[in-house]
Each structure stands twice: as structure tokens, then as C-alpha cells.
């Protein structure tokens, strides 16, 4: 009996259509992409995911309009690629802005394909990437095209605190389109090639007479270094693609997962401390050097590196267990928290909480930043961000105080009262409502003004109220930290600290929220 085979125009015809969708815009739009020092879609999907681990869907969805010249303009794919793989061998959901298919642009089924696979993630519980490349809404398709955005807003805002979201930048996205990034968990952008703007240079000329370049306006310096959009940015596409991998090997795959275990190098270089944190209290440090005397090696990855500079955050690996760090930096504004510090602490701090990510917050405050700039900008209601993050998240907390711990800027960063599991303290710690010099000056004003010596008096003074309420043996007597530590003790007794904490329960209502933009 003879084996019937299908007509071969059936497969070649399939044959066809897929490559025609894979073709994108053509090789003259593909060579006007490279020679933007950009990647097309393709390339950076098979950079970024592990190999031959990708699937497509939706690969032949076609716009449905034909006026305006859609019927020659529009192929197969809507410029988009959305489908899921593995990065790092976990399972990863994908939408990947094509533009060299009508510039990216957001049309009716561009967006429905988003959606589609943000759903697929979200019901996977499995990490969300958006890679956005787009000349924005497509006008040729009026309201249809734009009404997919508030699709996807909503869609992002369900995600939040539940499954990782990672928004890369690698070309425009502008006006409605910057919000989808905005509600992501991070967001990368490339040097020179990445824009972000509501509305670009030629309408900022317009409306406002201002001449700016793009680059100026919503390029990723701009935007990781002033505004704080961009968490991450990257000289290279590639090495872009290999932050976004990095991170993700931080991150758990949902919520209600842990970080695959990586093992790493330990160290402990904690006999090195006293000579970075001098007991001169006015002398700065960097506390990066600080942070890696203790984490495994080369495992601190920093988020938001050249914004809010007088807080550092990122993750690290402690005996190949990831934790979270938020750590004072006196380098910038002697460690003096901001408005731009306060809220990039806020989010982080939460983000962690979010996914289950444990704290550790290394604290040396001399106060919130004084002046009319940060209390006209709202210093009091964008500072209470972090102390409600910090007050919110249930994750095990542990707390180090390192030199200083002034006032309302120390309660605000972890303290006990705020609901810290354990906090310590170094011997030159001081713990009080403020520095030495400042309280004097006050308490003792008239005394010193009247004093026939006011500096020996002043001098006197400082010396008394160092003795009586800065020294963090008296906040221990008071049970206001849990121990004061030697230098030497400093990576025994954090790790020893999270290991006692690693069973720490956490109630569904406590942790199940999102991470909501700050």
C-alpha cells in the first residue's frame, strides 16, 4: 500500500509566508538599521535568549486597514516579534518592536500581539520583556492603533509586583509609548541610539521656543543620570542585552519564586574596613568599597548608578544567596538624603519586597538634604516614599549603622522602629537627633554667645554631648539596635543575621502588591 504524501505547494508555500515575515522590511531598511549602530529584531532575539530556544507567535498577523496606502505598506508580523524561550534557562515572554516594518509603528494588531503574549506571561508567571524600537502610534490607522496602549497599561499594572517586567529601549519610543516602559520593573536604554520623550524636539520648539536635541531631550544620559527613567544604560546594544540577562539571573522567575542559586566566590575582607571608614567622621568613603569586602565576588550589580548618587542600591550575592543592598554613600552630599535618592531607595526597596529579595541597608545619614530646592520640591511627601517602602516590605530586613544615624533620616532608612529584624552598629556609630556641632549650637546659644571663651565652652560642650547621647552603646542599653559589631565581625554577622531570617514567613497580603513607579 503506497504512502500518500501532501502536495509539496503546501509547505512551500508555508515556506514562503515564514520567510517572508522573518525578512522584516527588506535588506535596504536592515542595512539603514545597522548603519544607525543599531541590531535589527532577529538579532537581538537570538542574542539575548539561549540558543535555539525561541518560539514565535503570531508571526503572520497583518494589519487589517488598507486606506491611506496601508494595503502596499503593511507585511506580515505588524512590526513586531512577540513569543517566548529561556534566558539563562528560565523561561522568559518577549515583544520585540521590528522598525524597519513601518518604523515600529503601533497599529490595531501590533498592540493585540503585544497583549496576547503580556497575557501568556502573565499567566506562565514568567518574566515579561518589552524591546522597544518604534516611530510611535501609526497614523494611518487613527484611534484603532492608539486604543492598544491602554490595553497594555493595564496589563502592565496587573503584572506588577507579580512577575518581572524589563522594558529595553533601542531606538525611539515616544509620546503614549514611554508609559508602557514608565510602569516596568526596569528600564534599559543604549548610548546615542536610545530616545525617550512625550513630545519631541520640533513641538518642545513650538509650543515652547526652546531649542533641544534629541539626544538632550530623552537620551539614555539624560534619562539615568537627571530624570531617573532609565535604571541601566550601556555604551552597546550588546552589552545592553547582557545587562538585561544579568539582572534577570537576580531576579526570580514570579513572585512567589526564589533567584536560581548561582555559586559564587565568597570572600571576607572585613579586616579592611576600619581603614576605608575612618573614625573621622567628617572624612567621606566609598561605600562601594564597603559593599565589597563582604558580597561574593564581583556579585554587586548596581541599579541606578548616576542617579540620586547619595544612595546606592543594587544586588548582590552573600554565600550565593541574592539580597537586596541599600547603602548611604557620603562621597555624594556626605550621604544626605534627597528628593532623588529618597524615591530611587523607595523603589527599589519595594521592587525587592515585591519578589521576596531580602535587605540589607548599610546606613551613615547625616540628614534629609536642607534648602527651599528640596522643600519646595516636595521633600516631605517624596521622603515618605522610603519610609513607606521600608515600613510595607516584610522581607527579612537587616540593618548595619556605620558612622552616622541622624534624626528622622536615620528612622527613615531601616530603623528598628521601623520595623527592622535585626540592626547593628560599628563602636564609632553615633545614633542621636543630630550631629554634635548643630545641636550645640542650638541648646547652648545663649551660653556660648555670653561665654568668655565661646569656643573652649563650645568645645566643652560637643565633648559632653558625645559622651551622653551619641554612642551607640546607649542606643543598645535602650534596645534601639541589637548589638554593636566589630569591623572584623561585619560579613559573619550579616550573613549569620539572613540565615536566621531565611524562614521569616511572609502572610500573602503582606508581600502581594506592586511595585508601582515612584
Not at 497583549?115 to 490607522?141: C, H, L, W, Y
Not at 487613527?142 to 493595564?154: K, N, R
Amino acid at each position: 500500500m503506497s504512502k500518500e504524501q501532501w502536495n509539496p505547494k503546501y509547505i512551500e508555500d508555508l515556506k514562503q509566508r515564514r520567510a517572508k515575515a522573518k525578512a522584516g522590511g527588506g535588506e535596504k531598511r536592515v542595512e539603514a538599521q545597522h548603519a544607525k549602530g543599531k541590531l535589527t529584531v532577529w538579532e537581538r532575539i537570538s542574542y539575548l535568549f539561549d540558543e535555539g530556544s525561541f518560539q514565535e507567535v503570531g508571526s503572520l498577523v497583518e494589519s487589517r486597514f488598507t486606506d491611506m496606502g496601508m494595503d502596499k505598506k503593511k507585511l506580515p508580523g505588524d512590526g513586531v516579534v512577540t513569543g517566548f524561550g529561556t534566558i539563562n534557562g528560565v523561561p522568559v515572554y518577549v515583544a520585540a518592536e521590528d522598525f524597519t516594518v513601518m518604523g515600529g509603528t503601533y497599529g490595531e494588531y501590533h498592540s493585540r500581539k503585544i497583549v496576547r503574549i503580556m497575557d501568556m506571561a502573565f499567566q506562565s508567571k514568567a518574566p515579561f520583556i518589552t524591546i522597544n524600537d518604534s516611530g510611535g502610534a501609526r497614523m494611518e490607522e487613527g484611534i484603532s492603533g492608539l486604543d492598544g496602549y491602554g490595553d497594555m497599561f493595564l496589563r502592565h499594572t496587573r503584572a506588577s509586583g507579580k512577575i518581572p517586567q524589563i522594558a529595553v529601549i533601542m531606538g525611539p519610543c515616544a509620546g503614549g509609548a514611554c508609559y508602557g516602559p514608565a510602569l516596568c520593573d526596569y528600564v534599559f536604554m543604549v548610548e546615542k541610539t536610545s530616545q525617550m520623550f512625550l513630545t519631541g524636539p520640533v513641538v518642545v520648539k513650538t509650543v515652547l521656543g526652546e531649542n533641544i536635541s534629541t539626544e538632550e531631550l530623552g537620551g539614555a544620559t539624560s534619562h539615568s543620570s537627571m530624570s531617573g527613567v532609565a535604571h541601566f544604560k550601556y555604551p552597546s546594544e550588546y552589552e545592553c542585552l547582557d545587562g538585561v540577562k544579568k539582572l534577570l539571573s537576580y531576579l526570580p522567575k514570579n513572585y512567589r519564586e526564589k533567584p536560581v542559586r548561582i555559586i559564587g566566590k565568597a570572600r571576607d575582607h572585613s579586616e579592611e574596613l576600619q581603614e576605608i571608614v575612618t573614625d573621622n567622621q567628617k572624612r567621606a568613603y566609598d561605600i562601594h568599597k564597603v559593599i565589597d569586602t563582604f558580597v561574593d565576588e564581583g556579585s554587586f550589580f548596581e541599579v541606578h548608578e548616576d542617579f540620586g548618587k547619595s544612595i546606592v542600591v543594587g544586588y548582590c550575592r552573600i554565600d550565593s544567596e541574592v539580597v537586596g543592598i541599600v547603602a548611604s554613600n557620603p562621597m555624594f552630599l556626605g550621604g544626605a538624603l534627597d528628593i532623588d535618592s529618597s524615591e530611587k531607595a523607595a523603589r527599589f526597596v519595594r521592587c525587592c519586597d515585591c519578589y521576596g529579595i531580602p535587605l540589607l541597608t548599610l546606613i551613615d545619614v547625616p540628614g534629609f538634604m536642607p534648602g527651599s530646592k528640596m522643600e519646595h520640591g516636595g521633600i516631605i511627601r517624596r521622603g515618605a516614599k522610603l519610609l513607606y517602602a521600608y515600613c510595607e516590605a516584610s522581607v527579612p530586613k537587616v540593618s548595619l549603622i556605620l558612622r552616622k544615624a541622624y534624626g528622622g533620616s536615620y528612622i527613615a532608612m531601616n530603623s528598628k522602629g521601623m520595623g527592622a529584624d535585626i540592626v547593628y552598629a560599628w563602636p564609632i556609630a553615633q545614633i542621636a537627633v543630630m550631629g554634635a556641632e548643630g545641636a550645640v549650637g542650638i541648646m547652648y546659644k545663649h551660653e556660648l554667645e555670653n561665654a568668655a571663651n565661646p569656643e573652649q565652652v563650645r568645645q566643652e560642650k560637643i565633648q559632653e554631648y558625645n559622651d551622653k547621647f551619641m554612642s551607640p552603646y546607649i542606643a543598645a542599653k535602650l534596645g534601639i539596635i541589637d548589638e554593636v559589631i566589630s569591623p572584623e565581625e561585619t560579613r559573619r554577622k550579616i550573613r549569620t543575621a539572613f540565615e536566621s531570617l531565611s524562614s521569616k514567613e511572609r502572610s500573602e497580603i503582606a508581600f502581594s502588591h506592586g511595585n508601582i513607579p515612584l
